[in-house]
């Protein structure tokens, strides 16, 4: 019996009951008449997976004791918890009782250790509902057994789980004091909201029981998908428009992807899960692909923010008839539709007034591919989630930022160095306009940010420390010349681009290169009227801080454009992006995300970024073409750094077949004679059969290069030459060459045939082997051993019909147009000529367009399409050797009284030459000071439908004295006045 102290008349005070607990009451007194020992079952075997079986409660009293009369039950998922020693002699009882009733004497301070189980076992979900004491006393109300639980601790024997542990150090206030006739019934969950073990702001019990609803049964969409308490989610709901005939529901794959990149998430799930066996990392993604919203043709083009009369837009009605309330701060909503706006934006988020929503609007796009779907998809919920397109700032584009976040990888993905490295050698070298697009995102993921990449201030960048990256990714980034560059982001990074890729190694030292420069365009020279790239007619204001380059007008160090855009050009918003002073700052995404519903602590948090609008289809196919571009350049092999070249006038035109014939010794020369120990050796030809053959020049061999032919000694019909293929023969590189006569039929005739390596250095040089199947198909990049470009870029073909192609040589410097062209055909297929007609500036490339034409005879020249070789130099000869004296002419006006194009001319000697028309179609190119034999030449016309041949080469009468005689036919082999181009080389 207590003290007559620890008894006061408010405890004594009969209350009056509630109904949980006459409810816990009536279970009671059931167990009771119900005659336990008989009834109750075995012992349980240890807990499944997911189960509740063997537990220990610790109990600790408080002021007053629990008195050894007193009955005490414990409930757990509506079952009776079984108690192993229910009279508490310390012996365990023959059969478990549900009910502990003894050994607790009414003691103060005291700690008991009740061990219990539960048969069956109860599903670990019901935990959210916690465990419920009912105390019952028999003894008289001035004398019933009032007690404190100062602490209690219940521990799962099998998972050794605590499920609940807690204590309250203040003995006037215990966890609980139970009553006689009140509060006889206490829940471990009392007074405590429900809990979000994995902190995704949907609490346990949602993700375990579902959403209640309004007067009705609960929405159960989340467990019956099987959400994961200890496990982050996210749900999202997602609506489609269909009219019927096209609609904007995304694909399963794209959204496979989707789940996949949240479920391989470097977020880890809590240590220990109280519902079941612990979770894997990585985030859950459900998605309740909804509802098809049914629409007409034309509201389903209608843009969903356009405002109606009412002042509602389309997403607002769609959402209030389709999101149900009750999901609206638990779940994100996804509207998937053909356009947000007037333009082809691919998404926006958030949605304004709607925190937790987003619009994915690929509906207008030419169909968009599943990454174009998966990358915006989880690039919008990713503003939803808190993340700008910089990480945790706004800053797009930005070479530390490996994410979809940032334009750069939203379509395509981050792509791997490596694996795009390794897929590289597995690709044909003259692949199709899709392919390369498609390799890139084979080697790419969808995916945040998963490391916080060094900061960059962009004047003291240190190419040996790169970003810092511990993966192997994409980086990609501007050098000041606007060129986008990409390297593996695990190493060093050749900023400024100065080594041609190689990086500094020297970890000291130290550069200012403005990594944003092309996000900084004010004014470009598109020309909105014509749609060309007309050159740039804007004048900068004499206050102006804006920068020209290029041919565009960039932001200055104010970061501001104040050049306002000549109606001949285009004016470029300024998207307030760094200038060359900004720090750009890394961030690790998967930690920075913030999952804004339910319990978070985020929900109703205003949004950390404006809504977002997504690249249109023009300007994300322009992101990925550039991204592409960046990697196959990057991927590029290095360039020789010595001159490697030479040149032959093949003069045994009827040489035996199959018999190798040294050439004419003072008519060839190689770089192989500067070495003394190969400076004797010389060319030689193999005739193959009738008009075939094979040319060996000694000592330049490279697997990387291009060849160049052109028919000699051709004063009768047309005759023309082209290059079947070259290789190296051990030291030698091995031309192969066929000639045709003026009807396409094989011809036994002589050429000049040049053989040029491509060689690092400053001037402005690039070479093209378009050879895709039959000449037909654009290359988008072009990327084969004969192709290379000086400036560290791509160069494309564009392929615009028959015998049509626009060969693209990207680099600011090709844009000055003052080079020389020269185009062969290549391969093996139907005999066809191949001429350059014209060069057109276009935003930071040139563009040359080449033609080639049937050889059949006849009167027309009728475009068909061939492979070909193009080189293209400017301000050296086509060996790109300085220290070879060249040069390179071009006529323009009337063929009948053509004059040199200064422009497009260029003598090593500074020399202009002069044209002369002997007669029709034959031509005289004069220079004074340029001759000496041992010399060769290459000739092509540039009127269309026309080809020119060489007639004779005389450096010999009286050099430095050259004259150069050329011959130029009409489509049907007849002599015909042409305008021409030709480029003269000669040894050192």
């Known amino acids: 019996m207590r003290p007559p102290l620890s008894r006061s008349p408010s405890r004594r005070r009969p209350r009056r009951r509630s109904l949980p607990a006459l409810a816990a009451l009536a279970l009671v007194a059931a167990l009771l008449t119900a005659g336990v020992t008989a009834a109750v079952p075995a012992r349980p075997a240890h807990a499944a997976p997911g189960e509740v079986c063997r537990l220990t409660f610790t109990v600790t009293t408080g002021v007053d004791g629990l008195h050894s009369t007193s009955t005490e039950t414990i409930s757990f998922g509506g079952a009776a918890v079984l108690f192993e020693d229910g009279d508490g002699d310390g012996a365990t009882d023959p059969a478990p009782q549900p009910f502990h009733r003894g050994g607790t004497g009414d003691t103060r301070h005291a700690t008991f250790t009740w061990h219990a189980l539960l048969s069956p076992c109860v599903p670990a979900k019901h935990l959210v509902d916690g465990f419920t004491f009912t105390h019952e006393s028999t003894a008289d109300d001035w004398q019933a057994d009032n007690w404190n639980l100062q602490a209690l601790r219940v521990v799962d024997r099998d998972t050794e789980a605590v499920y ?53 049964a609960p929405d159960t969409w989340l467990p019956d998908h099987g959400a994961d308490p200890c496990r982050k989610t996210v749900a999202v709901e997602i609506d489609w428009l269909d009219d019927g005939t096209a609609s904007d529901r995304p694909t399963e794959t794209a959204l496979d992807e989707a789940r996949l990149m949240f479920g391989e998430a470097p977020v880890n799930a809590p240590g220990l899960c109280p519902y079941g066996p ?135 993905g981050v792509p791997d160095f490596s694996a795009w490295e390794a897929a590289l050698g597995r690709l044909s070298p003259d692949s199709d306009v899709n392919l390369w697009g498609e390799t890139v995102e084979a080697v790419s993921d969808i995916d945040y940010s998963r490391e916080k990449l060094a900061d960059l ?74 749609q060309r790239w007309d050159g740039l007619q804007t004048v900068l204001p004499p206050e102006s801080a804006d920068e ?27 998207p307030d992006y760094p ?17 804004g519903v339910g319990v978070s602590p985020d929900a109703g948090a205003p949004p950390p970024f404006s809504p977002e609008r997504g690249p249109t289809e023009e300007e994300g196919k322009r992101i990925v073409s550039e ?7 990057a991927a590029a092999p290095p360039a020789s750094t010595a001159p490697r070249w030479g040149f032959a006038y093949m003069d045994k035109a009827t040489a035996p077949i199959g018999v190798q014939t040294p050439l004419e010794g003072i008519f060839q020369w190689t770089t192989g004679r500067r070495d003394p120990a190969t400076a004797g050796h010389r060319a030689a030809v193999t005739r193959t059969g009738t008009g075939e053959y094979a040319v060996r020049l000694p000592d330049i061999a490279s697997e990387s290069g291009v ?138 490339a040139l563009e040359v367009t080449v033609a080639c034409y049937a050889i059949d005879g006849g009167p027309t020249a009728r475009p068909a399409d061939s492979p070909w070789l193009l080189s293209y130099v400017q301000g050296t000869g086509l060996n790109n050797d300085p220290s070879a004296p060249a040069a390179y002419a071009t006529t323009t006006g009337d063929p009948a009284n053509p004059t040199i194009d200064p422009r497009h001319s260029y003598a090593s000697t500074g020399e202009t030459p002069t044209v002369t028309r002997l007669s029709t179609g034959w031509y005289r190119v004069t220079y004074t000071t340029l001759g000496k034999p041992t010399d060769s030449a290459q000739v092509t016309s540039t009127t269309p439908g026309h080809y020119c041949h060489l007639g004779t080469l005389n450096s010999y009468s009286a050099p430095p004295n050259l004259g150069i005689d050329l011959y130029c036919h009409s489509p049907s082999g007849t002599p015909a006045n042409s305008t021409f181009a030709l480029t003269y080389l000669r040894s050192p």
Not at 579 to 595: H, M, Q, S, T, V
Not at 627 to 633: G, I, R
Not at 798 to 816: C, E, I, N, Q
Request: proline share 6%; aromatic share 10%.
């Open 164 to 216: 609940f542990d807690r204590a309250s150090t203040d003995l006037e206030h215990p966890l609980h004091r139970f009553y006689k006739n009140a509060d006889q019934t206490w829940n471990t969950n009392e007074g405590r909201p429900d809990a979000d073990t994995d902190g995704d702001g949907l609490t346990d019990r949602v993700e375990l029981f579902g959403i209640p609803r309004p007067g009705g």
């Open 278 to 412: 612990p979770s894997r990392a990585g985030v859950q993604m459900l998605l309740d692909l909804s509802d098809a919203i049914v629409v007409t043709p034309e509201a389903r083009r209608r843009p969903l923010r356009e405002k109606g009369p009412d002042g509602l837009n389309d997403f607002d009605r769609h959402r209030e008839a389709n999101f149900p309330a009750h999901r609206r701060d638990l779940f994100f909503y996804s509207l998937w539709g053909y356009k947000h706006d007037a333009s082809s934006s691919s998404g926006l988020a958030p949605v304004e007034g709607y925190r937790n929503d987003f619009i994915v609007s690929v509906g207008s796009w030419d169909r968009p591919s599943d990454r174009v779907m998966s990358g915006t998809f989880v690039h919008e919920l990713g503003h939803v989630l808190g993340l700008g397109h910089g990480g945790t700032d706004g800053v797009n584009l930005k070479p530390n930022h490996l994410s979809v976040m940032s334009y750069r990888y939203q379509l395509i």
């Open 457 to 530: 201030d962009m004047t003291r960048l240190v190419e040996a420390r790169g970003v810092g990256s511990a993966t192997g990714k994409v980086a990609a980034w501007w050098d000041d010349t606007y060129t986008l560059r990409a390297g593996d982001a695990r190493k060093a990074l050749d900023w400024d681009w100065s080594g041609g890729g190689v990086p500094d190694p020297d970890p000291s030292r130290e550069m200012s290169v403005n990594l944003m420069s092309a996000t900084q365009v004010c004014v470009t020279p598109f020309n909105p009227v014509t």
């Open 548 to 574: 020209p380059a290029h041919d565009h007008v960039f932001t200055g160090p104010d970061d501001e454009c104040s050049t306002m855009a000549d109606a001949a050009d285009t004016q470029v918003e300024n």
């Open 579 to 595: 200038g060359r002073g900004a720090r750009l700052i890394g961030a690790d995404e998967w930690r920075a995300i913030r999952f």
């Open 627 to 633: 991204l592409v571009d960046a990697m196959v350049a």
């Open 707 to 844: 060849a160049h032919v052109t028919a000699y000694r051709t004063t009768y019909r047309g005759r023309t030459c082209a290059v079947a293929g070259h290789e190296p023969s051990g030291a030698d590189e091995v031309v192969r060459v066929r000639c045709f006569d003026h009807t396409g039929a094989p011809v036994d005739w002589w050429f000049t045939v040049f053989f040029a390596a491509p060689r690092s250095g400053d001037a402005t040089y690039a070479t093209i082997r378009y050879n895709p199947p039959g000449g037909a198909g654009s290359l988008t990049p072009v990327r084969n051993p004969g192709t290379h470009n000086s400036a560290g870029q791509v160069n494309h073909v564009l392929h615009d019909g028959p015998g049509r192609y626009r060969a693209v040589l990207k680099g600011a410097a090709f844009t000055a147009d003052t080079g020389y062209a020269q185009v062969t055909p290549y391969g093996t297929g139907a005999a066809a000529r191949c001429n350059p007609e014209g060069t057109t500036v276009a935003g930071g």
